[in-house]
């Protein structure tokens, strides 16, 4: 039977266009939602550790130390994100389980929040690391 395979003629596609299941796009809103609305909160804890760091004496001083802890409070907003964007992987991976396979466009939708969240966790971790180098000095 396979003999009779040309294989200079294209493959038809047999996988038709489908629109994303619909509880599959729920939850991935619901995730990219968290993932926004940890944001403000990132943003106002950021420009407290930026405040602290800019103000910071040398290491292990007072102002060092405040300035860490609003840095790691930093971090642990940044969790939101990181949790987020987990847990689209996550539903990602319990699809090819599953189902063995992801249909194109329950794949998209998931390609297109995962970039989203991407992109907001790696603002907040660009921020993280300058402020941490800053503190190190």
Do not use: C, Y
């Amino acid at each position: 039977a396979a003999e009779a395979i040309d294989p200079r003629l294209p493959i038809p596609s047999d996988v038709q266009p489908t629109a994303v299941d619909p509880s599959l796009a729920s939850q991935l809103a619901g995730l990219v939602g968290e993932a926004r609305s940890g944001v403000t909160a990132f943003d106002a804890k950021q420009a407290t550790a930026e405040r602290l760091a800019t103000g910071a004496g040398p290491m292990a001083s007072e102002s060092w130390v405040a300035a860490e802890q609003a840095l790691s409070l930093l971090v642990e907003q940044h969790g939101v994100t990181t949790r987020a964007a987990a847990n689209i992987d996550a539903l990602g991976s319990s699809r090819i389980q599953g189902q063995r396979w992801i249909r194109p466009a329950d794949q998209q939708a998931i390609a297109a929040a995962a970039a989203e969240v991407a992109a907001i966790s790696g603002r907040q971790a660009e921020a993280i690391d300058r402020l941490t180098s800053q503190l190190a000095r």
